[in-house]
């Protein structure tokens, strides 16, 4: 017998043995005194790692990232600049709006779940329940009905007595379909002005003869001076705040 498999017999009597199998369920968690559990350390540390991961998708699906940054991109395209902001710039301004409206809900999450959580108050189950109810009222918020009757139906589920019985996996999809069409529909606003300077641009090169001419170049620096003399930006980024508090 090889040297490797000899150590990994060792190691499989050594885990598989009863004393050490006794000692798993101190290992995993702990009784309190209340009568609850809590998790030791490695296993917090694994749960933390594990939610590390899932953080992605988290910011794409239960906060207004997806909302601003699919407005940022509609925006780029309605002014004809598809490498002006770069894609670096588009991401860090959706970020930090994103933080900047969530902020208040995940303060709420931090004084509601983290802080008691941190002074054993309670247990990670009792933690993770409070920490997903602000989520949870600002995603009803930003859903529309519509959506979460279609997700329902489609999932089977008897008729909801109110928004507090949604559960999570109903939740989510309809948050993020309402998010895809506000998103469009702001889009849609801001495309018009932008795409009244393409019209008129083609028009005059059209009676001017110069069909040769892309009228893309030449109605790009109207577009420019359009968006500064409006103040585009603070007139964008605020209305784009201001939608998920309305």
């Known amino acids: 017998m090889s040297v490797i498999n000899k150590t990994t017999l060792g190691l499989l009597t050594l885990f598989c043995s009863p004393s050490v199998l006794a000692q798993l369920p101190g290992i995993i968690s702990q009784p309190l005194a ?4 809590s998790w030791s350390l490695p296993v917090q540390t694994l749960v933390f790692i594990t939610t590390l991961s899932f953080l992605p998708a988290a910011l794409l699906m ?5 909302r601003i940054i699919i407005v940022l991109g509609l925006l780029r395209n309605a ?3 598809p490498s002006a902001p770069p894609n670096q710039v588009m991401l860090g301004l959706a970020l930090f709006l994103t933080f900047f409206i969530m902020s208040p ?3 709420k999450v931090y004084q509601e779940a983290y802080l008691p959580f941190s002074q054993d108050k309670i247990s990670m189950d009792v933690a993770l329940d409070k920490g997903s109810q602000p989520l949870r009222e600002f995603m009803l918020r930003q ?11 489609l999932a089977n ?3 909801l007595e109110g928004p507090e019985m949604v559960p999570m996996r109903i939740l989510l999809p309809a948050y993020v379909t309402s998010e895809l069409k506000t998103a469009f529909q702001i889009g849609f606003t801001v495309f018009i002005p932008f795409l009244i300077i393409d019209l008129v641009v083609a028009s005059v090169l059209m ?6 001419v892309p009228p893309a170049s030449i109605s790009l620096p109207f577009k420019l001076m359009l968006f500064v003399l409006v103040d585009g930006w603070q007139l964008l980024l605020g209305s784009l705040a201001q939608s998920f508090y309305s």
Do not use: C, I, K, W
Not at 207 to 212: E, I, K, P, R
């Open 207 to 212: 009676a001017l003869g110069m069909m040769m």
């Open 34 to 37: 209340n009568g609850g559990q």
């Open 157 to 159: 589920l008897p008729p």
């Open 143 to 153: 859903t529309r009905e519509s959506d979460l009757a279609l997700y329902a139906r």
């Open 62 to 66: 239960m906060t207004s990232f997806t």
């Open 79 to 81: 002014m004809g600049t």
């Open 105 to 107: 809900v995940f303060d």
